[in-house]
Protein backbone atom coordinates (compact mmCIF):
# COMPACT_ATOMS: atom_id res chain seq x y z
CA UNK A 1 0.00 0.00 0.00
CA UNK A 2 1.54 3.43 -0.86
CA UNK A 3 -0.96 5.54 0.36
CA UNK A 4 -1.76 6.89 3.95
CA UNK A 5 -5.10 7.40 5.46
CA UNK A 6 -4.71 10.62 7.91
CA UNK A 7 -7.77 11.77 9.57
CA UNK A 8 -7.96 15.08 10.73
CA UNK A 9 -10.30 18.29 11.87
CA UNK A 10 -11.23 20.64 9.42
CA UNK A 11 -9.02 23.78 7.88
CA UNK A 12 -9.28 27.20 9.09
CA UNK A 13 -8.86 29.42 6.83
CA UNK A 14 -8.93 32.97 7.19
CA UNK A 15 -11.22 35.73 5.54
CA UNK A 16 -8.51 36.34 3.41
CA UNK A 17 -8.77 33.30 1.84
CA UNK A 18 -5.03 32.37 2.77
CA UNK A 19 -5.14 28.20 3.00
CA UNK A 20 -4.70 28.08 6.70
CA UNK A 21 -4.39 31.05 9.58
CA UNK A 22 -1.10 29.10 10.23
CA UNK A 23 1.58 28.42 7.78
CA UNK A 24 1.97 24.57 8.55
CA UNK A 25 -0.39 22.38 7.40
CA UNK A 26 1.22 23.16 3.30
CA UNK A 27 3.70 21.39 4.15
CA UNK A 28 2.53 18.87 6.47
CA UNK A 29 -0.01 18.05 3.54
CA UNK A 30 2.97 17.59 1.31
CA UNK A 31 4.69 15.98 3.38
CA UNK A 32 1.60 12.99 3.37
CA UNK A 33 2.48 12.48 -0.21
CA UNK A 34 6.92 12.25 0.14
CA UNK A 35 6.44 10.22 3.26
CA UNK A 36 4.76 7.08 1.64
CA UNK A 37 5.81 7.95 -2.33
CA UNK A 38 2.13 8.14 -3.64
CA UNK A 39 2.39 10.30 -6.79
CA UNK A 40 -0.93 12.07 -5.41
CA UNK A 41 -3.03 13.38 -2.55
CA UNK A 42 -6.62 12.41 -1.75
CA UNK A 43 -8.35 14.99 0.27
CA UNK A 44 -11.39 13.48 1.47
CA UNK A 45 -14.16 16.17 2.94
CA UNK A 46 -16.76 13.48 4.99
CA UNK A 47 -19.23 16.32 4.46
CA UNK A 48 -21.87 17.00 2.30
CA UNK A 49 -20.46 19.74 -0.07
CA UNK A 50 -23.47 22.48 1.31
CA UNK A 51 -22.49 21.33 5.18
CA UNK A 52 -18.81 22.56 4.10
CA UNK A 53 -19.71 25.95 2.87
CA UNK A 54 -21.82 26.70 5.44
CA UNK A 55 -19.13 25.72 8.03
CA UNK A 56 -17.04 28.50 6.32
CA UNK A 57 -19.69 30.99 6.50
CA UNK A 58 -20.81 30.22 10.01
CA UNK A 59 -17.58 28.83 11.98
CA UNK A 60 -14.75 30.30 9.65
CA UNK A 61 -13.82 26.82 8.89
CA UNK A 62 -14.46 25.66 4.98
CA UNK A 63 -12.16 24.05 2.70
CA UNK A 64 -8.44 23.24 1.14
CA UNK A 65 -7.75 25.64 -1.01
CA UNK A 66 -6.59 23.36 -4.02
CA UNK A 67 -4.51 26.22 -5.67
CA UNK A 68 -2.50 25.96 -2.65
CA UNK A 69 -1.96 22.21 -3.07
CA UNK A 70 -0.20 20.25 -6.49
CA UNK A 71 -1.28 17.13 -7.60
CA UNK A 72 -4.07 17.11 -5.14
CA UNK A 73 -7.95 15.85 -5.70
CA UNK A 74 -11.15 16.48 -3.34
CA UNK A 75 -13.72 14.34 -2.60
CA UNK A 76 -16.68 14.83 -0.65
CA UNK A 77 -18.48 11.75 0.75
CA UNK A 78 -22.02 13.72 1.50
CA UNK A 79 -21.80 11.75 4.68
CA UNK A 80 -24.62 13.57 6.79
CA UNK A 81 -24.07 15.05 10.25
CA UNK A 82 -24.47 14.03 14.15
CA UNK A 83 -28.85 15.25 14.48
CA UNK A 84 -29.47 13.87 10.93
CA UNK A 85 -28.58 10.27 11.91
CA UNK A 86 -29.74 10.70 15.56
CA UNK A 87 -33.38 11.40 14.31
CA UNK A 88 -32.50 8.52 12.03
CA UNK A 89 -32.74 5.99 14.38
CA UNK A 90 -35.15 7.47 16.16
CA UNK A 91 -37.55 6.74 13.91
CA UNK A 92 -36.09 3.38 13.31
CA UNK A 93 -36.40 2.59 16.83
CA UNK A 94 -39.79 3.80 16.98
CA UNK A 95 -40.57 1.63 14.09
CA UNK A 96 -39.25 -1.61 15.78
CA UNK A 97 -41.43 -0.62 19.33
CA UNK A 98 -44.35 -0.70 16.97
CA UNK A 99 -43.95 -4.38 15.39
CA UNK A 100 -45.30 -6.30 14.50
CA UNK A 101 -46.10 -4.45 11.30
CA UNK A 102 -47.56 -5.73 7.69
CA UNK A 103 -44.81 -7.08 5.66
CA UNK A 104 -45.63 -5.06 3.12
CA UNK A 105 -45.36 -1.88 4.91
CA UNK A 106 -42.61 -2.85 6.56
CA UNK A 107 -39.98 -2.24 3.98
CA UNK A 108 -41.54 0.94 3.04
CA UNK A 109 -41.37 2.06 6.25
CA UNK A 110 -37.73 1.14 6.80
CA UNK A 111 -36.99 3.06 3.90
CA UNK A 112 -38.56 5.84 5.29
CA UNK A 113 -36.64 6.18 8.56
CA UNK A 114 -33.38 6.52 6.18
CA UNK A 115 -30.70 4.63 8.14
CA UNK A 116 -29.92 2.09 5.95
CA UNK A 117 -29.08 4.89 3.32
CA UNK A 118 -27.03 6.56 5.82
CA UNK A 119 -25.18 3.03 6.62
CA UNK A 120 -25.03 2.79 2.88
CA UNK A 121 -23.70 6.14 2.33
CA UNK A 122 -20.69 5.72 5.15
CA UNK A 123 -19.36 2.71 4.01
CA UNK A 124 -19.22 3.67 -0.08
CA UNK A 125 -17.67 6.39 1.19
CA UNK A 126 -15.26 4.14 2.85
CA UNK A 127 -14.82 2.36 -0.35
CA UNK A 128 -13.45 5.38 -2.23
CA UNK A 129 -11.13 6.09 0.16
CA UNK A 130 -10.07 2.32 -0.22
CA UNK A 131 -9.88 2.53 -4.14
CA UNK A 132 -7.74 6.16 -4.33
CA UNK A 133 -5.39 4.04 -1.93
CA UNK A 134 -4.90 1.02 -3.62
CA UNK A 135 -6.06 1.69 -7.41
CA UNK A 136 -5.15 5.15 -7.92
CA UNK A 137 -2.03 4.55 -5.29
CA UNK A 138 -2.29 8.40 -3.72
CA UNK A 139 -2.32 8.97 -0.30
CA UNK A 140 -5.69 10.20 1.58
CA UNK A 141 -6.33 12.97 4.10
CA UNK A 142 -9.68 12.86 5.77
CA UNK A 143 -11.53 15.40 7.41
CA UNK A 144 -14.62 16.73 8.37
CA UNK A 145 -15.39 19.32 10.46
CA UNK A 146 -14.35 18.47 14.33
CA UNK A 147 -12.47 14.77 13.13
CA UNK A 148 -13.69 12.45 15.87
CA UNK A 149 -17.05 11.33 14.06
CA UNK A 150 -17.37 10.60 10.33
CA UNK A 151 -13.51 10.67 10.17
CA UNK A 152 -13.36 8.05 12.94
CA UNK A 153 -15.91 5.96 10.43
CA UNK A 154 -14.35 6.61 6.97
CA UNK A 155 -11.13 5.81 8.01
CA UNK A 156 -11.83 3.10 10.23
CA UNK A 157 -14.12 1.01 7.99
CA UNK A 158 -10.95 2.30 5.06
CA UNK A 159 -8.34 0.37 7.21
CA UNK A 160 -10.90 -2.59 7.93
CA UNK A 161 -10.89 -3.42 3.84
CA UNK A 162 -7.22 -2.50 3.29
CA UNK A 163 -5.70 -3.94 5.94
CA UNK A 164 -6.58 -8.24 6.79
CA UNK A 165 -4.90 -7.68 10.42
CA UNK A 166 -7.76 -5.71 11.26
CA UNK A 167 -10.53 -8.20 10.78
CA UNK A 168 -8.40 -10.16 13.47
CA UNK A 169 -10.09 -9.83 17.56
CA UNK A 170 -6.64 -8.31 18.38
CA UNK A 171 -6.78 -5.96 14.94
CA UNK A 172 -9.94 -5.13 15.53
CA UNK A 173 -9.11 -3.78 19.18
CA UNK A 174 -5.97 -2.30 18.06
CA UNK A 175 -8.42 -0.33 15.70
CA UNK A 176 -11.32 0.88 18.12
CA UNK A 177 -8.79 2.01 20.49
CA UNK A 178 -6.44 4.43 17.62
CA UNK A 179 -9.27 5.49 15.51
CA UNK A 180 -12.06 6.15 18.23
CA UNK A 181 -10.55 5.94 21.79
CA UNK A 182 -7.33 8.02 21.67
CA UNK A 183 -8.57 9.91 18.54
CA UNK A 184 -11.25 11.59 20.79
CA UNK A 185 -14.51 10.15 19.64
CA UNK A 186 -16.95 11.34 22.42
CA UNK A 187 -18.43 8.63 23.72
CA UNK A 188 -19.75 10.20 26.95
CA UNK A 189 -21.26 12.90 24.44
CA UNK A 190 -22.91 11.04 21.94
CA UNK A 191 -23.81 8.17 24.31
CA UNK A 192 -25.56 10.59 26.64
CA UNK A 193 -23.74 9.55 30.11
CA UNK A 194 -24.93 10.35 33.00
CA UNK A 195 -23.47 13.97 33.61
CA UNK A 196 -23.76 15.03 29.81
CA UNK A 197 -26.56 17.18 29.94
CA UNK A 198 -26.97 18.53 26.18
CA UNK A 199 -29.25 16.20 24.49
CA UNK A 200 -28.80 17.61 21.33
CA UNK A 201 -25.11 16.96 20.78
CA UNK A 202 -26.11 12.74 21.45
CA UNK A 203 -25.76 10.43 18.22
CA UNK A 204 -25.54 6.80 17.83
CA UNK A 205 -22.07 7.73 15.74
CA UNK A 206 -20.54 4.65 17.27
CA UNK A 207 -23.15 2.35 16.90
CA UNK A 208 -23.57 3.73 13.09
CA UNK A 209 -20.11 2.17 12.36
CA UNK A 210 -20.43 -1.14 13.86
CA UNK A 211 -23.51 -1.34 11.75
CA UNK A 212 -20.91 -0.44 8.30
CA UNK A 213 -18.99 -3.05 10.07
CA UNK A 214 -21.79 -5.80 10.84
CA UNK A 215 -22.83 -5.41 6.56
CA UNK A 216 -19.75 -6.40 5.53
CA UNK A 217 -19.00 -8.78 7.89
CA UNK A 218 -22.53 -10.74 7.07
CA UNK A 219 -21.56 -11.05 3.52
CA UNK A 220 -17.90 -11.86 3.91
CA UNK A 221 -17.76 -13.35 7.56
CA UNK A 222 -15.13 -15.93 6.72
CA UNK A 223 -12.65 -13.08 6.46
CA UNK A 224 -13.15 -11.83 10.04
CA UNK A 225 -11.88 -13.66 12.84
CA UNK A 226 -14.60 -12.01 15.62
CA UNK A 227 -18.32 -13.19 15.18
CA UNK A 228 -21.36 -10.52 15.48
CA UNK A 229 -21.83 -11.37 19.61
CA UNK A 230 -18.57 -8.69 19.46
CA UNK A 231 -20.58 -6.39 17.65
CA UNK A 232 -23.72 -6.32 19.50
CA UNK A 233 -21.41 -6.19 22.82
CA UNK A 234 -19.38 -2.96 21.58
CA UNK A 235 -22.65 -1.68 21.20
CA UNK A 236 -24.08 -2.25 24.06
CA UNK A 237 -20.83 -0.96 26.25
CA UNK A 238 -20.52 2.40 25.14
CA UNK A 239 -23.32 3.13 26.53
CA UNK A 240 -23.44 0.84 29.23
CA UNK A 241 -19.99 2.00 31.61
CA UNK A 242 -19.31 -1.25 32.39
CA UNK A 243 -15.75 -1.00 31.27
CA UNK A 244 -13.33 1.96 30.90
CA UNK A 245 -12.89 1.79 27.43
CA UNK A 246 -15.60 3.83 26.36
CA UNK A 247 -16.10 6.04 30.06
CA UNK A 248 -15.63 9.47 28.93
CA UNK A 249 -14.93 11.78 26.07
CA UNK A 250 -10.88 11.67 25.61
CA UNK A 251 -8.12 9.47 27.27
CA UNK A 252 -7.05 12.02 29.42
CA UNK A 253 -11.07 11.57 31.27
CA UNK A 254 -10.04 8.03 31.03
CA UNK A 255 -6.96 7.82 33.29
CA UNK A 256 -9.27 9.34 36.69
CA UNK A 257 -11.50 6.07 35.89
CA UNK A 258 -10.64 4.11 39.07
CA UNK A 259 -8.82 0.94 38.56
CA UNK A 260 -11.87 -1.20 39.99
CA UNK A 261 -13.41 -0.64 36.88
CA UNK A 262 -12.23 -3.43 33.98
CA UNK A 263 -11.18 -3.15 30.62
CA UNK A 264 -13.44 -4.07 27.57
CA UNK A 265 -10.39 -6.17 26.18
CA UNK A 266 -9.53 -8.54 28.88
CA UNK A 267 -13.20 -9.25 28.98
CA UNK A 268 -13.24 -10.56 25.66
CA UNK A 269 -9.80 -11.93 25.55
CA UNK A 270 -11.52 -14.02 29.18
CA UNK A 271 -14.36 -15.35 27.28
CA UNK A 272 -13.31 -15.86 23.77
CA UNK A 273 -15.03 -18.76 22.78
CA UNK A 274 -18.00 -16.26 23.20
CA UNK A 275 -16.59 -14.09 20.49
CA UNK A 276 -14.38 -15.82 17.46
CA UNK A 277 -16.17 -16.58 14.47
CA UNK A 278 -16.10 -20.56 13.56
CA UNK A 279 -16.48 -19.68 9.99
CA UNK A 280 -13.23 -17.93 10.60
CA UNK A 281 -10.60 -18.78 6.98
CA UNK A 282 -7.72 -16.90 8.04
CA UNK A 283 -5.57 -17.91 4.79
CA UNK A 284 -8.03 -16.65 2.70
CA UNK A 285 -8.30 -13.51 4.52
CA UNK A 286 -4.50 -11.91 3.22
CA UNK A 287 -6.14 -9.40 0.58
CA UNK A 288 -7.70 -6.16 0.37
CA UNK A 289 -11.56 -6.77 0.85
CA UNK A 290 -13.89 -4.71 -1.72
CA UNK A 291 -17.28 -4.85 -0.36
CA UNK A 292 -19.51 -4.10 -3.68
CA UNK A 293 -22.64 -3.57 -1.45
CA UNK A 294 -25.73 -2.30 -3.57
CA UNK A 295 -29.38 -0.48 -1.59
CA UNK A 296 -31.21 -3.90 -1.73
CA UNK A 297 -27.68 -6.02 -0.30
CA UNK A 298 -28.05 -3.66 2.92
CA UNK A 299 -30.00 -6.08 6.01
CA UNK A 300 -31.32 -4.30 9.43
CA UNK A 301 -29.47 -6.03 12.00
CA UNK A 302 -32.09 -7.67 13.69
CA UNK A 303 -29.69 -9.24 16.65
CA UNK A 304 -29.05 -5.40 17.39
CA UNK A 305 -32.27 -3.81 16.86
CA UNK A 306 -34.92 -6.18 16.82
CA UNK A 307 -34.50 -7.25 20.09
CA UNK A 308 -36.55 -5.16 21.90
CA UNK A 309 -37.04 -6.38 25.45
CA UNK A 310 -33.98 -4.97 26.47
CA UNK A 311 -33.91 -1.37 26.84
CA UNK A 312 -31.44 -0.37 23.87
CA UNK A 313 -30.38 3.22 24.05
CA UNK A 314 -31.46 4.10 20.54
CA UNK A 315 -34.96 2.97 21.67
CA UNK A 316 -34.73 5.89 23.90
CA UNK A 317 -33.67 8.55 21.10
CA UNK A 318 -35.87 11.76 20.39
CA UNK A 319 -35.37 14.74 18.05
CA UNK A 320 -33.17 15.98 20.63
CA UNK A 321 -31.60 12.89 22.35
CA UNK A 322 -32.96 10.33 24.76
CA UNK A 323 -36.40 10.70 26.05
CA UNK A 324 -37.54 9.44 29.57
CA UNK A 325 -40.16 6.77 29.21
CA UNK A 326 -41.11 3.41 31.49
CA UNK A 327 -38.23 0.90 31.74
CA UNK A 328 -39.29 -2.54 30.53
CA UNK A 329 -40.56 -5.33 33.06
CA UNK A 330 -37.28 -6.54 34.50
CA UNK A 331 -36.27 -10.39 32.79
CA UNK A 332 -33.58 -11.94 34.57
CA UNK A 333 -33.57 -14.77 32.35
CA UNK A 334 -29.98 -16.06 32.03
CA UNK A 335 -30.20 -16.87 28.39
CA UNK A 336 -29.11 -13.55 27.22
CA UNK A 337 -25.24 -13.18 28.17
CA UNK A 338 -25.27 -9.04 27.60
CA UNK A 339 -28.27 -8.77 30.25
CA UNK A 340 -28.64 -6.41 31.53
CA UNK A 341 -27.45 -4.27 28.31
CA UNK A 342 -28.05 -1.14 30.40
CA UNK A 343 -27.47 -0.82 33.88
CA UNK A 344 -27.38 2.67 35.24
CA UNK A 345 -31.23 4.26 35.00
CA UNK A 346 -29.36 7.39 34.59
CA UNK A 347 -30.08 6.44 30.67
CA UNK A 348 -33.88 6.63 30.81
CA UNK A 349 -34.29 9.54 33.42
CA UNK A 350 -32.89 13.09 32.57
Not at 126 to 151: F, K, N, P
Not at 167 to 191: D, K
Not at 213 to 233: A, I, M, P, S, Y
Request: aromatic share 10%.
Amino acid sequence: VHGISVPTALPRPSVTRVACSSPEPRPRLTSISLATGGPSLTIVDCRPMKNARANQLLRGGGCEQLAYYSGTSYIFLAVENIHTVRDSLAKLGQLCRERPVRVGAWQRRLAETGWLAHVQQVLHGSVRVVRAIEDAQSSVLVHCTDGWDRTAQICSLAMLMLDPHYRTLCGFQTLIAREWCNMGHQFAVRGGHPGEHDKSQVSPIFVQFLDCVWQVWRTHDRLFEFGENLLVRLAAQAYSCDFRNFIGNCEVQRRSVPDSVPCFWQHVEANRSMYVNSNYQPHGSARVLRPLLRAHDYALWDALYMPIDRLWPWVLLGPEGFVEIASPEDDSSDADPFSPLLGPAEWHAD
